[in-house]
Nanobody, 124 residues
Framework: QVQLVESGGGLVQAGGSLRLSCAAS????????MGWDRQDPGKQRELVAR???????NYADSVKDRFTISRDNAKNTVYLQMNNLKPEDTSVYYC??????????????????WGQGTLVTISS
């Protein structure tokens, strides 16, 4: 079974930084795109950042030039470095990964997984 485990959320003052991590575990053959979304209560989940298997990235306009997404393929981990944080960045952040899993490529299974969410709170 493949799962995503997030870490790194917390409380920080406006202007500060946090780094979120999300590690995939299980019988992983390959990971395609990885990314982060966020969701406030009663609102739709919104894309924050994505990174492809070839390391191309895209960001929400609201976080460009402040957030950086990266991945370590050897560790099956995606990171989100968040700088110059603002109160409006307060949210629950969810990581996402598109994963091929299994013991052999011919018997691979495709999964679009989400982490459990980690709360990021920015105080003004």
């Amino acid at each position: 079974q493949v799962q995503l485990v997030e870490s790194g959320g917390g409380l920080v003052q406006a202007g500060g930084s946090l780094r979120l991590s999300c590690a995939a575990s299980g019988t992983i053959l390959s990971i395609a795109a990885m990314g982060w979304d966020r969701q406030d209560p009663g609102k739709q989940r919104e894309l924050v950042a994505r990174i492809s298997s070839s390391d191309s990235t895209n960001y929400a306009d609201s976080v460009k030039d402040r957030f950086t997404i990266s991945r370590d393929n050897a560790k099956n981990t995606v990171y989100l470095q968040m700088n110059n944080l603002k109160p409006e960045d307060t949210s629950v952040y969810y990581c996402n990964a598109v994963i091929w899993s299994g013991t052999t490529w011919s018997a691979r299974r495709h999964a679009d997984l989400w982490g459990q969410g980690t709360l990021v709170t920015i105080s003004s």
